[in-house]
């Protein structure tokens, strides 16, 4: 109980204290577009750069780490896209979607503050391991399956060339590409530009959780609440289970394996209902997923911590 109430709790009091501001009309719609813009394309890709720019890459980036996380996050796809087609039978291009629901954990305005809260900022080098390659790999395998259903007689060149379009045009890769080039380039930034950085990131998380309440205020769990829920067990359980057995079987160290599986188990994204409305599809699936799994991962995030080592 304790770490619910220290840890778990103060992150969504920050998300509540948005959506209580937006709800009361006390923070307008604009407000929250213009900060969520502010957050996801400058102040959260700057927080990513400054991270992976001092990272020991040699020491953060370990093989069972990355192979634990997201053999869990392509079983979480894999999962949400089959059981969209097969047991819901959606067509192909909103299973896809909705698998990429299934795949998105919020390893952002989530996973990094609960994880700092639980076990201190020294924890977060994996956790930044981890979402250096989230939205790459993420983005990477959903766009990519989307595309090769929707193809329709396009040759492999140019569907590689829409995936790669695609990619590089999300605000989040570019932070991390460039961080990783200041990185391998041990390139010394000036001081009055690190400054100004570090100004940014200090702004980035609590201004995401903010924004990310008011955002929910516009999501209503309405109808396909079967496929909402199978999509939740699938992200706030089969996800960080599949890590934790695959943490386990390749010897993964303590503080890798705490980072890993906490960051599976965050609910969806915000970026899950932005991959949606760029196709059209599942955007109800994925805006209510967003809703009712952060709701519900009050509870399952407090088991899962309560079960780490």
């Known amino acids: 109980m304790q770490a619910l109430l220290d840890v778990i709790l103060p992150v969504f009091v920050v998300i509540g204290f948005g959506y209580a501001a937006v709800r009361l009309r006390l923070f ?3 407000g929250v577009d213009g900060l969520m813009s502010f957050t996801q394309n400058f102040a959260i890709p700057c927080l990513l750069f400054a991270a992976i720019s001092d990272l020991d890459l040699s020491q953060s980036f370990h093989p069972r ?14 999962a949400g896209l089959l059981g969209a087609r097969l047991i819901f039978h959606r067509d192909w291009e909103d299973s896809v979607a909705i698998g990429f629901v299934s795949l998105f954990s919020n390893s952002l305005m989530l ?8 076990y201190g900022a020294d924890a977060l080098t994996a956790n930044y391991a981890i979402v250096a390659v989230h939205s790459p790999f993420c983005y990477g395998l959903g766009i990519t399956v989307m595309e090769v259903v929707r193809a329709r007689g396009r040759t492999p060149l140019k569907l590689a060339a829409t995936v790669t379009r695609a990619m590089f045009r999300n605000a989040l890769v570019i932070g991390i590409a460039l961080g990783f080039a200041v990185n391998l380039g041990d390139i010394a930034l000036p001081q009055p530009l690190t ?26 769990p309405e109808g396909d609440l079967k496929v909402i829920a199978w999509v939740c067990a699938v992200g706030l ?8 057995a695959m943490g386990r079987l ?3 160290e303590r503080d890798g394996f705490r980072s890993a599986v906490l960051t599976a188990a965050m609910a969806p994204g915000i970026n899950t209902y932005v991959f949606a409305s760029i196709y059209g599809r599942a955007r109800r699936v994925a805006a209510s997923s967003v809703l009712i799994g952060t709701l519900v991962s009050i509870l399952t995030v407090w088991l899962w911590l309560g079960a780490l080592p």
């Open 250 to 252: 390749t010897g993964l």
């Open 237 to 244: 359980v089969l996800h960080p289970a599949t890590t934790w």
């Open 195 to 220: 400054e100004g950085i570090d100004l940014v990131v200090r702004a980035a998380l609590p201004a995401a959780l903010f924004g990310m309440g008011g955002v929910l205020v516009r999501y209503r």
């Open 65 to 78: 780490l990355l192979a634990s996380f997201y053999s869990g996050a392509t079983i979480g796809f894999l």
């Open 111 to 118: 996973g990094l503050p609960i994880t700092e809260r639980a």
């Open 28 to 30: 307008s719609d604009a």
